[in-house]
C-alpha cells in the first residue's frame, strides 16, 4: 500500500551529495531566485502518484534540474486542494507522500489542534485540523477504489476526528480566519456544514471504523451551524435526532429547547408583522371611503340620458310638423 513518497521528516534528511556531484534539491543556494528544483519525470499512476514496483520508485532518478516555473506561471499545474497553501516552504504536498506517512502527518496535526483548543485558541486549532485534513482525507476514487478494506478503516479513524474538530472550531465565537483557506464568518456555518456531512455520509455508507458518539457529534455541531445561519428547521431536525441517540445528553437538550424558543420568538415577530400591515390596510380602506364620499355626484345614468334624448327629438320633431303645416297654409291661400 506504499503508494505515496517518504514523509516530510525523511525529506529533510536527504542532504548528502548526490554521486554525480550535484547537490540534491535541498542544497539548491537560495540565491537563485526565482527557480525551483525538480526531479526528472518518473513513471507515475493516473493518480499523478509514482508507480513503485519491489519497493523502488519506477524510472531513473538522473539529474537534478532547474525549472523556471516561477518565471513562466502559466506552465505550472494547476492547485488541485486550496489547503496547500497552509503549507510551509520545503514540507512535501500529500500526493508525494507514503500512505502511512500521510496518516501519521494527520495525526499530529490534529495532535497540535487540540493543544491550541485546549488553550482556547481556536483560530488556529482550525488551521491545524485544516491542514491535517489535506493529508488524512483521500479523493473519493482513491478512497473507494485504490485502498483496500483495512486502509478505509485507518483513514477514517484519523479524518473524522478531524472533520469533527474542525467544525466544532469553526463554531466558536472567537473563531477568526487566520489564512486562506479558512473560511470567512459568513461562510464559517456552511464550511462546518459540509464537514459534518461528510462524517454522516460514512454512516449512511456504512463505514467500518466509525463510533456511534461520532454520528451524535456530527448531528449535534450540524444542528448549532445550520441554527447560527437560520436554518432553524433543519437545524431541530439534527438536533432532534441526536437527542434521540443520546437522550440523557444535556448539551443537545439545552440547545433544542434554545431553538425552540426562537421559533417561538420568530413566530410573534411575524404576527406582529402581518398584523401591522393589516392595521395598514385597514387604514388605507378607510381612507379611500372618506375620499370616496367628497367626490362629485356621479354622472346620470343611461336610462336618463336616453329618456332626455327622445324628449328632445320629439320636442324637435314637433316644431318640424308645424312648420310644415303653415307651409301648407300659404300654398292654398
Known sequence: ???????????????????????????????????????DPIERDS??????????????????RVAMDLLYPEEQTPMKDEAELLLEQGEWKK????????????????????????GKDFSQAAVWYRKGLYYAVFDESQFNFELQDEHRVLVVKVAVPLHLNYALSLLK??????????????????????????????????????????????LYRRGLARMGKGDLDRAK???????????????????????KDRQKQDKERQKQIWSGKLAHSEGVGLASEEAQDKKP???????????????IKAELQKQLDTLEGNAEQQSKG
Do not use: W
Open 237 to 259: 431536525e439534527d438536533l432532534t435526532e441526536a437527542l434521540r441517540l443520546e437522550p440523557s445528553n444535556s448539551d443537545i437538550r439545552r440547545e433544542l429547547q434554545t431553538l
Open 1 to 39: 500500500t506504499n503508494t505515496f513518497s517518504m514523509s516530510s521528516a525523511q525529506h529533510q534528511n536527504t542532504t548528502a551529495p548526490s554521486d554525480d556531484g550535484g547537490l540534491k534539491s535541498e542544497e539548491v543556494p537560495t540565491e537563485m531566485k526565482g527557480m525551483a528544483t525538480v526531479a
Open 297 to 311: 355626484p356621479p354622472p346620470p345614468a343611461v336610462d336618463e340620458r336616453e329618456a332626455k334624448a327622445a324628449a
Open 95 to 118: 500526493n508525494d507522500m507514503f500512505f502511512e506517512y500521510r496518516l501519521k502527518e494527520g495525526e499530529m496535526l490534529k495532535g497540535k489542534g487540540n493543544e491550541c483548543f485546549k
Open 47 to 64: 493518480m499523478n502518484r509514482p508507480i513503485i514496483l519491489d519497493g523502488s520508485v519506477r524510472g531513473s532518478p538522473g539529474k537534478k
Open 173 to 218: 465565537d472567537s473563531y477568526r480566519p487566520l489564512r486562506r483557506p479558512l473560511p470567512s464568518l459568513e461562510d464559517r456555518y456552511n464550511e462546518a456544514i459540509e464537514h459534518c456531512t461528510i462524517v454522516l455520509g460514512h454512516f449512511k455508507e456504512q463505514q467500518e471504523g466509525l463510533q456511534e458518539g461520532d454520528k451524535v457529534k456530527a
